[in-house]
């Protein structure tokens, strides 16, 4: 059972939600966990399936093939923070990185794997239960290795699409939209390994006349082109990703899909469970917005919380879709039309 109020932070990733961890972080009477189902992508474990505790913890541990291909090809983006550490004893091209390390322990501790160890000797010894019941000791058990706070708030990037499966598993958690305006968004995500990988992996998918880019295996590289076919191998050149042409008005129409789903999907949640966040506001009214934030969540906002907070937020990374050209400005303000206007709908 979990004492503490729980709070999903839900966006499209790029838009200002890592910072907002960092800043959660930083709030002694929450505990932030950071990452947690970006990392575990499997749709089976917020399923409805009971699952035994070893069963469970094979989710956490097992490695993400993508997370270890991103750090083995030396593309590695700034949100994963285990194999920075100077000493650790998981490698991506050996043993693999469990999924809940890459990002998630280390952002609670310096000693991820001292953690890790712990939590497999809890976890494995659960009983068989629904995969909602074991998220839910999950937050109770870290909760109390760090001090019994009063609230419990997970955010992971891209993370709006499973608002869905999240409020049908956690139906009294509070959710948090957290968005960012569309073409600095995009912009962002231009310049992101990750989101990069996107419309290459689909484009790779329609090549081969498959449906989903989840459904891409090794074989299918034989039917691909040189520019595309290492991609479903263990090891390439990031400069197939990170060089490649791809037309900002393909990350603004992303952005816009992901917004006009996302809003859909947050209309199951009754209002007084959910809130949005724009990081444009929380730029510019930090204090504001941040004890409307912590109220939301359920906590007090001490002096110390917010004046750490607003020296940790950079206003500087704000207006990137401002220096484009006339031409790329047009097309990419074109592209996010459908989901600002999904925005404009929901205050």
């Known amino acids: 059972m979990l004492n503490q109020k729980l709070t999903f932070v839900v966006g499209t990733g790029r838009c200002g939600s890592t910072a907002l961890s960092q800043v959660i972080n930083l709030h002694p009477d929450v505990l932030s966990v950071n990452e947690l189902f970006a990392s575990i992508p499997d749709s089976e474990a917020l399923a409805e399936a009971p699952l035994s505790g070893s069963e469970f913890w094979g989710y956490l541990a097992r490695p993400n093939t993508v997370t270890d291909n991103l750090i083995k090809n030396g593309v590695i983006p700034p949100e994963f923070l285990y194999h920075r550490l100077p000493k650790r004893r998981f490698d991506a091209g050996t043993t693999g990185i469990p999924a ?6 280390p952002h609670l501790t310096d000693d991820p794997d001292t ?6 000797a809890e976890v ?42 999240m409020h049908r598993a956690f139906p ?31 484009e790779a998918a329609n090549r081969c ?7 891409l295996t090794p074989e299918h590289a034989a ?16 400069a197939l990703v990170m060089d490649r042409p791809i037309p900002l008005a393909a990350f603004g129409g992303l952005w ?28 510019e009214e930090p204090e504001k917005e941040l004890t409307r934030l912590a109220e939301f969540i ?49 205050p």
């Open 223 to 238: 039917q691909l082109p040189p520019d595309l076919a290492p991609l479903l191998g263990d090891a390439w050149d990031p």
């Open 124 to 165: 494995t010894s659960w009983p068989t239960r629904r995969p909602a019941d074991h998220w839910t000791a999950l937050f109770a058990t870290l909760a109390a290795r760090f001090g019994n706070p009063g609230a419990v708030v997970e955010r992971s990037g891209l993370s709006i699409g499973r608002v869905t499966e």
């Open 115 to 120: 953690l890790f160890d712990e939590l497999a």
């Open 298 to 346: 359920g906590v007090d906002s001490p002096r110390d919380w917010l004046d750490a907070s607003m020296a940790h937020l950079d206003g500087g990374r704000r207006g990137a879709a401002r220096k484009l050209s006339e031409e790329e400005s047009a097309s990419l303000l074109e592209s996010c039309r459908p989901g600002m206007r999904a925005l404009a709908a929901h």
């Open 256 to 283: 816009s899909r992901l917004i006009v789903d996302g809003l859909r999907r947050l209309e199951d949640v009754p209002a007084a469970q959910r809130t949005a966040l724009s990081y444009e506001t929380l730029l």
């Open 100 to 105: 809940i390390s890459v990002m998630t322990l």
């Open 172 to 202: 009294e958690a509070r959710f948090v939209h957290l968005y960012r305006e569309g073409p600095d968004c995009a912009v962002s995500m231009s310049r992101h390994v990750s989101f990069r990988m996107l419309p290459l992996t689909r």
């Open 209 to 215: 006349g498959l449906e989903s880019p989840y459904e």
